[in-house]
């Protein structure tokens, strides 16, 4: 969690302790004139209290413009914690804490956008109040234990009971993550909502406006709390007042002549107490949001670091074996039933090899493509990388290898490291994969724009190979394709690539082109249940279809 340093907080105090003294000059010039009594620079404290004032001006313009650069400052530094914290994890870590928490941290986290002016108001406001008083100590000793004692008693019980709403505002952001997955269910299964309207309506009538009447009722509570809070601690400063006016004096404490005085600066001191109670609202907010923050960093920060080479910056050179050797992989359950577990899988692939992965559902086939894309880490077994061991969260070895999942993403923008400008390369993609004429223009937003579900996965395996990684995963490439070009990428591309000695491992159904493959491994329960190599003139398509 990122925190106000102390050459910042000096910052602050440097700006806020001459603009306080300013501004005090000015009570003590109107006290003055209200009091009779003479001053410095009596005939001309009129240029001098105008002086004061445009001073005092144009620090605070100066003051104010150096807290909002430090606000966004620190909301940057948040952020960018934050999301390196976020893009290390593993997918089984993002899977456990769920994007909701990462909303409602992101949500937390600009509250402290207003913590350095928060910070730098409380300095002036306690500097400020401290003169007063020890001006109030020069007029009588008792009155200002009289007056401190009551005004400690009120900001005692506005702090207890702000402290005593610290549950409600907790229970607010926990409320606000358990929207956000429902927003997130909302925008993910747009479709299967619009296909069934008990659906749609249970998720309406039991979830979110019960969410959103309870949030609108703890917020209205801890609303009503504070005002109620506040409107008690500025009746309470008039209960002061009314102390110095009609009470003190009558015990003789100090004469009637000095009550104007004294009641002067308890109106100047009137604003920095209320804003001292008043904030303390945002330091409660601040306080349940640190503790969310600094909880999920603590989740988010146990992954391993990345292990990066200098020499596969830009992606892997080469590919001559990739090994598999008792490799295990559990799924945790929080149920009776029995977890899946994949494993042990002992496999070699090899150099320019193309591997079809075959299996029905939930055979392993998913967990497999995340361990051996480096995704996922296995919890026991071991996997090699041309005769070396990958430890850990190795970036190494994820740099060899280009994937297109079944649930791809096409990136907003243009992330990786080639161009897309004059390359001839992709414009020759681009008219193989017959998205030239869907794409006129060879720049990047017009790579990025809203494709059919079979274009979209032409246009990640055209990505995938401007990477030049030695190995291509494919994960259900060709089950969005019409039957062109699913045809097309067996008889033509696969050939192509396998030329270039490129290692393919594609997941498919496609029983009719199983003879395209130098290998078929096929998944069942979790393990290999064969591994065979393809020889075309050995084994008829009829017999290939059997697999």
């Known amino acids: 969690m990122y925190k106000i340093s102390l050459r910042q907080i000096l910052f602050l105090l440097m700006f806020s302790v001459p603009n306080t003294l300013l501004t005090l000059g000015i009570l003590v010039i109107v006290n003055g004139i209200l009091s009779g009594r003479k001053m410095m620079f009596q005939d001309k404290l009129g240029i001098v209290f105008f002086s004061i004032v445009g001073i005092s001006f144009l620090l605070n313009i100066f003051f104010q413009r150096k807290i909002i650069a430090y606000s966004y400052r620190m909301i940057y530094e948040n952020e960018m914690n934050i999301m390196r914290y976020f893009l290390q994890s593993s997918l089984s870590q993002l899977e456990k804490i769920g994007m909701q928490r990462v909303y409602g941290v992101i949500e937390d986290m600009r509250i402290f956008t207003f913590l350095p002016g928060i910070v730098a108001t409380t300095i002036t406001s306690i500097i400020t109040l401290l003169i007063c008083l020890f001006y109030f100590l020069t007029v009588s000793v008792f009155a200002t234990i009289v007056v401190v004692a009551i005004i400690l008693t009120i900001a005692g019980g506005y702090f207890w009971a702000s402290k ?33 309207d008990t659906r749609r309506n249970k998720l309406y009538e039991n979830f979110l406006r019960p969410n959103r009447a309870t949030s609108s009722e703890v917020e209205s509570y801890v609303a009503g709390k504070y005002l109620v809070l506040n409107l008690f601690s500025q009746y309470g400063l008039y209960l002061v007042i009314g102390v110095v006016l009609f009470v003190l004096p009558v015990m003789h404490f100090f004469g009637k002549d000095q009550v104007s005085s004294l009641v002067v600066v308890l109106f100047f001191i009137r604003g920095p107490i209320n804003s001292l109670i008043a904030m303390q609202s945002f330091y409660t907010k601040s306080i349940v949001a640190n503790r969310r923050i600094s909880a999920f960093l603590k989740d988010i920060k146990n992954s391993p670091p990345c292990n990066t080479d200098e020499n596969v910056a830009a992606g892997g050179k080469r590919l001559e074996e990739l090994r598999f050797e008792g490799v295990k992989y559990h799924y945790q359950s929080a149920s009776s039933e029995k977890p899946f577990s994949l ?71 243009h992330y990786e490291q080639y161009s897309l400008e004059n390359n001839g390369e992709y414009e020759r993609l681009l008219k193989i994969m017959e998205l030239d004429k869907v794409i006129p223009n060879n720049d990047d937003v017009a790579a990025r724009k809203k494709f059919s579900k079979g274009q979209g996965k032409r246009m990640a395996m055209i990505f995938a190979l401007l990477e030049e990684r030695p190995v291509l995963v494919l994960d259900e490439w060709a089950a969005d394709q019409d039957p062109y070009f699913r045809k097309f990428f067996y008889e033509r591309l696969l050939p192509e690539l396998r030329a270039k000695r490129k290692t393919i491992i594609a997941v498919t159904h496609d029983d009719a082109y199983f003879r395209h493959a130098d290998r078929i491994v096929k998944f069942d329960y979790g393990k290999v249940a064969k591994d065979i190599f393809i020889n075309v003139q050995e084994m008829d398509t009829e017999t290939l279809k059997l697999w």
Request: hydrophobic share 30%.
């Open 343 to 413: 494993g042990p899988v002992d496999l070699t692939i090899n150099e320019g090899e193309t591997v079809f992965i075959i299996g029905g559902n939930g055979s392993g086939k998913s967990t497999f493509i995340n361990l051996l894309t480096g995704i996922s880490s296995p919890h026991e077994g071991k996997i090699f990388l041309n005769g070396k061991e990958v430890r850990g969260d190795n970036q190494h070895y994820r740099n060899h290898i280009s994937a297109v999942f079944s649930d791809h993403h096409l990136f907003y923008e």
């Open 164 to 196: 005593k709403l610290e549950g409600r505002i907790k229970h607010q952001r926990e409320l606000n993550d358990r929207y956000f997955r429902i927003v997130d269910d909302v925008l993910r299964g747009f479709k299967e909502l619009k296909l069934s």
